[in-house]
């Protein structure tokens, strides 16, 4: 609208909502303006719908002031009862469990049977007594959440739960970290599922032991999960990309523990390797005159397989002579033809 230097206002005639405002706004200075009627409460007019929304918004404030102390004890108890929440370590392991079940069961029974065990005990009674702890802490009043009584039973609720993880892994975890095979993503992803699960337990520890010492309170909680998130970030950014074992190295090894009378299944099993890498890398050391075909076949064997291969001249693979030869394995065949 438009503003002046000058103006009069005859506020006593006003006969509008918020046209005495209006009026009084056109003037560019307090100097310009002059009055020729008094200001009365009568000349000002109120809007009922202004009035209303100054109401409600006033109704809102105190409403949201009476929620946020209530969203200040809801978010104080879940902060208190994530302390005792292992659901990372939990699905973790189910899902490291999963895959080793999957792919890794005859090649190391041990440590998938103890993997096993392992989600068993979580999935049981561990789940059972974190469950029942953390309804119990549902029942206290957020002005007794902290309460040295409290405080105490918090403590040892902390020792019990890390007593119960020490118990679940022992130092049969570490094995995980030679389970490894030909299939690359297979290994890869246990190895990544791992690493998780380790740093679960890692930092639930972590928690639990500055809980079993000093009691609980919302910033030790929080600081303790900034931790553990800033850790995470920088071991991705630490992580460098590994080097690949040059193939000479790993026919050495294999080598190495030929000589030392090792049978192939014995290797593989040392090597974290499937029998049938081992075979490869026997096959290549044969043709290299590095190793001797009576390093791993009997004779007698050998000879059924030369025979098989004279016979069958139209047998020109190890998977077409597997159908003419009783009693022989693939790996045997290979090797045989490597020697030939």
């Known amino acids: 609208g438009l503003t002046f230097d000058k103006v009069i206002v005859d506020a006593g005639s006003s006969f509008a909502p918020g046209q005495v405002y209006v009026a009084l706004s056109r003037c560019r200075t307090l100097e310009g303006l002059i009055l020729s009627s008094r200001i ?16 409600r918004q006033e109704e809102n404030m105190h409403k949201n002031i009476s929620q946020l102390s209530q969203q200040k004890a809801c978010f104080q108890h879940q902060l208190v009862k994530s302390a005792f929440n292992f659901d990372i370590i939990i699905n973790t392991q189910n899902r490291l469990t999963k895959l080793l079940q999957a792919t890794f069961s005859s090649m190391f029974p041990s440590i998938v049977s103890n993997h096993y065990d392992a989600k068993q ?8 007594v974190a469950k029942k702890w953390q309804d119990k802490i549902d029942s206290f009043d957020i002005k007794q959440l902290f309460i040295p009584q409290l405080q105490a039973r918090y403590k040892s609720a902390a020792k019990y739960f890390i007593d119960e993880l020490d118990n679940i892994y022992g130092d049969w975890l570490k ?13 890869r992803r246990i190895s990544e599922i791992y690493m998780e699960l380790c740093d679960a337990i890692k930092a639930s520890r972590h928690l639990l ?7 609980i309170d919302p910033q030790t909680i929080l600081a303790k999960r900034r931790e553990a998130q800033l850790a995470a970030t920088k071991k991705q950014t630490d992580k460098k990309p590994k080097k ?3 193939k000479g190295q790993t026919l ?12 192939i299944e014995e290797i593989a099993r040392q090597r974290g390797l499937t029998t049938n890498t081992i075979a490869q890398h026997i096959c290549v050391l044969i043709k290299e005159k590095k190793a001797h075909l009576n390093q791993v076949i009997p004779d007698a064997k050998a000879e059924i397989v030369r025979k098989a291969i004279d016979t069958h001249p139209e047998c020109t693979s190890a998977y077409q002579l597997l159908s003419v030869v009783d009693g022989i394995t693939y790996n ?3 090797m045989v033809m490597a020697a030939k």
């Not at 005990?121 to 059972?128: D, G, N, S, V, W």
């Open 40 to 55: 009365t409460p009568e000349s000002i007019i109120s809007d009922n719908k202004v009035d209303s929304f100054i109401t």
């Open 121 to 128: 005990r979580l999935e049981t009674t561990f789940t059972a």
């Open 175 to 187: 094995l995980t970290e030679k389970v490894k095979s030909d299939n690359k993503i297979a290994s």
């Open 209 to 215: 032991q500055k809980i079993s010492t000093e009691g």
């Open 244 to 246: 690949k074992r040059e």
């Open 252 to 263: 050495v090894e294999t080598l190495s523990l030929l000589n030392q009378g090792l049978q």
């Open 332 to 334: 045997e065949i290979i």
